[in-house]
């Protein structure tokens, strides 16, 4: 059966990105929705209609479901995450990976997965360790209290990460972090515009200093091996640097304040992986799936009609799929709203699902791990200098976080 | 138990080998390798587990 617009009443106009709970709560029309149907129609803010999957089940077979197209630049795109000129600037540049379908999205992501396989990661571990100690310490070094979290640990380690990745010279990595913080800071549109223009200038000239003078990094065997082939495309390498960079840094430094906030106000959970980081793996699971940050990103459209979770989907219809529903599904999962790093549950979407699952998911977690480990180890007593409920939450970004995080010990 | 990895459909996210290393590993490229493709009891269970996770449906269970 379909259910059409007129039947969900009071749910239609819903502003996405929603507002939500109590702060760390899905916003009550999430629930409402799922116990209406785990697939249901809603009205979008900007006026358009889309259908909106609730459901963990049905999440999953959206998902992997390649009749559904991940291509923005498409007609009837359910762009409620996208403004005008973004979309602009997105049409005018090569096409990214993560808005590609079937075999060219295979081909752009095969070229790449070999640098984000578990045993290379393993390998960059005691890197990552450096880089978030170099940070403790400086923390650890300074007399000021409260300390601002995001400015000196969440913000900095996934940059510096990505450095290590694109093989960013050490005497470059200042820059390349004070931008990148400005870029996603609470400063002003030009001034975010300029580090954006200073650091996509940044990108296009260390890769040409690549082309010459080839290094032990991601960039460089990229450029090898395109050279391999036949086809050096200096555009799309700058295009997938900034990618790597848009992709993973704000979403794991939010990952970083956000699991912060999370283990800090619920003091048992915190610990039990103090006690045993052996733990800390499934905690770092149950943090992502809680917080579940990148709710709304994996929206599509339908390039077929599709009978899917008992309703029929039209061709050209848009498709959100809300991972952060999905991973409160009771369905899914024992209590979705108890936080409980013994869950033991890893088949949340927080990294989406199907073809585009986040290809830096292994990434981020090992950050995430060494991060929650080597901050509550060498700083026992941290605590939060602000009520969680009084922290400035993203309720009106895409990716779900916290603009400042004071913390003193 | 056997087990089946299409490589075609794989599209490299790793969650195989963090679930049952074992069993599962990642070529150079990033692609899934089976270790073996006769699993004993407790493998099994976890390669179970993989089948379920692979977010593009590349693991199938050949024999129970
Ligand atoms: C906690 C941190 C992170 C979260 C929650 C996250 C979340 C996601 C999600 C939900 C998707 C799927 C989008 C879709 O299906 O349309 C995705 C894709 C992607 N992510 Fe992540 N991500 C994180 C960290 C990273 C890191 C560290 C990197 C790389 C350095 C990265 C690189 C990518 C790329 C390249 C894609 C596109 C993959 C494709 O289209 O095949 N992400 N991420
Ligand atoms: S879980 Fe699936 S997609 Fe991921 S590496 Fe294993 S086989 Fe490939």
Not at chain 1, 220 to 240: F, K, Y
Not at chain 1, 338 to 363: K, S, T, W
């Amino acid at each position: 059966m379909t259910k059409n617009v007129a039947d969900i009443g009071e749910l239609t106009g819903l502003q996405l990105p929603v507002e939500r709970g109590c702060p760390f709560d899905p916003p009550d029309a999430y629930e409402r929705l799922r116990e209406q149907a785990p697939i249901n129609k809603i009205r979008l803010a900007s006026g358009g209609e889309a259908w909106w999957v609730a459901g963990h089940e049905e999440a999953r077979a959206v998902l992997v479901d390649g009749r559904f197209s991940s291509d923005k630049r498409k007609d009837g795109f359910p762009l409620f995450t996208l403004d005008a000129a973004t979309l602009r600037q997105l049409r005018s540049q090569p096409p990214l990976m993560l808005g590609m379908d079937g075999a060219e999205h295979s081909a752009a992501r095969r070229a790449v997965i070999g640098e984000f396989t578990v045993r290379r990661l393993a390998a960059l571990r005691p890197r990552i360790q450096d880089i978030v100690d170099h940070f403790i310490d400086d923390m650890l070094a300074t007399d000021q209290r409260p300390v601002d979290l995001v400015q000196a640990l969440s913000l900095p380690v996934p940059s510096l990460v990505i450095c290590e990745l694109l093989g960013v010279p050490y005497t470059d990595h200042d820059f390349f972090q004070s931008r990148t913080t400005m870029m996603v800071s609470r400063t002003s549109l030009e001034e975010r515009q300029r580090a954006f223009a200073e650091l996509r200038a940044y990108i296009d000239d260390l890769i040409t200093r690549k082309e010459s003078e080839p290094g032990d990094d991601l960039l460089s065997r990229q450029i090898a091996r395109q050279r391999q082939e036949g086809t050096l495309d200096h555009a799309s390498l700058v295009s997938l640097a900034f990618l790597l960079l848009t992709a993973g840094h704000e979403t794991t430094a939010n990952m970083i304040s956000l699991g912060v906030v999370g283990l800090l106000t619920h003091p048992e959970q915190l610990a039990a992986v103090k006690a045993d980081p052996d733990r800390t793996p499934m905690a770092v699971e149950e943090l992502l799936r809680y917080f579940t940050i990148a709710d709304g990103v994996t929206s599509r459209l339908a390039t077929e009609d599709v009978q899917i979770g008992g309703v029929g989907i039209k061709a050209g219809e848009g498709i959100i799929v809300s991972m952060l529903s999905a991973n409160w599904d009771p369905a899914a999962f024992v209590d979705p709203g108890e936080l409980d790093v013994e869950r033991g549950a890893r088949h949340h979407l927080a990294f989406g699902f199907g073809p585009h699952q986040c290809l830096g998911q292994n990434l981020a977690r090992m950050e995430l791990q060494i991060v929650f480990d080597t901050l509550f180890r060498r700083i026992p007593t941290l605590g939060l200098a602000a009520p969680a409920e009084d922290l400035p939450f993203k309720t009106d970004a895409v990716i779900y976080g916290v603009h400042e995080l004071p913390v003193t010990w | 138990m056997r087990i089946k990895a299409d490589t075609h459909l794989c599209v490299g996210s790793g969650q195989c080998v963090l679930t049952e290393p074992a069993v599962f590993d990642q070529d150079e490229d990033g692609i899934v390798a089976l270790l073996t493709d006769h699993l004993d009891d407790q493998s099994a269970a976890q390669a179970r587990h993989a089948v379920i996770l692979c977010p593009s449906r590349a693991l199938s269970i050949l024999q129970e």
